[in-house]
Each structure stands twice: as C-alpha cells, then as structure tokens.
C-alpha cells in the first residue's frame, strides 16, 4: 500500500503551472493524498529535483504535518516545521531549471510512525535521518518544468 499524491495544478508527469516556479509567484502547489495508515503519528515533504546539475536540489522540506491532513492548500506555509531548501531559504522554493532544460520535480510524502520533533530550518538530510525505519509508507508526485 502506498499513499497516492495528486495535485489540482498538474497531473503526473504533467508540466508544473508557471506561477508555482521562480518565474511566476512561486506559490506550493496544492497538493492532495489518500491512502495514509492507521498508526501515523505524522507526515513528511520533500520536494526535490534529482536533474540539477549540482546533483539533488530541494525545493521543500517539511517535517510534522498532522496525520489528519489530507493535502495542503496552494502557497502553504506553517502547517508543519518547514526545513530549509537549496536557495537556503525557509518553506518553498519553485522548480527554476537553467535555461534550455527541463526537469523532473517529486513531490515525496512520507507516514511516519513517530513526530520526528525537529526544529525549524532543519535540511532534507536531519528529515531522512529522522525517518530511517519509521517509514510506514510513502508516495510522490512529479511535475516536470522547462525554461
């Protein structure tokens, strides 16, 4: 069983709407998942870009988001402890491939058997480390983007 993740602004596979990268407002995408287990105590984000050139970019990382959450609103913020992404920024960061390119951006959510009590402005890696085998499933959604 994994958890399915859908997103009003772009199916699978699909391009990212302009507005959701650095080119336009920058905004989270709304982002919608079923499929969570009885026994999650809390759920992880992460958003990353496994093309850039300077190897994985995180685009978003948040760790604590409340089980009973069945999606996040577009342009989330303070839903759960927001991490820092690559542009060393808190929250979200939009797709922004050099131009000429396009990428592939997943947008990962993770159930968690336990709260992984991090502080704001932890990095995708305090996530990872947090959840090695407290992972009781997971599923992703990638978007891709072109400049």
């Known amino acids: 069983m994994s958890i399915q993740v859908t997103s009003s602004a772009f199916k699978e596979g699909e391009n990212i709407p302009r507005r959701h990268t650095c080119d336009g407002e920058d905004l989270s995408p709304a982002l919608s998942w079923s499929g969570v287990p009885q026994g999650t105590a809390s ?6 870009d496994p ?6 970019w995180v685009h978003w990382v948040v760790a604590d988001l409340s089980p009973e959450l069945s999606g996040l ?9 927001d991490g820092v992404n690559g542009f060393r920024k808190t929250g ?8 000429g390119s396009t990428h592939r951006y997943y947008f990962k959510v ?3 058997d336990k709260k992984l009590g991090l502080k704001s402005g932890m990095t995708k890696s305090d996530v990872e480390k947090g959840m090695q085998g407290h992972i009781l499933t997971q ?4 978007g891709r983007y072109s400049r």
């Open 51 to 56: 093309d850039a050139p300077v190897g994985t």
């Open 73 to 81: 609103p577009e342009g989330a913020a303070g839903l759960g402890v």
């Open 110 to 112: 993770y159930a968690l």
């Open 92 to 99: 979200y960061g939009g797709p922004c491939p050099p131009k």
């Open 139 to 142: 599923g992703q959604l990638m």
């Open 43 to 48: 759920l992880a984000l992460i958003a990353d």
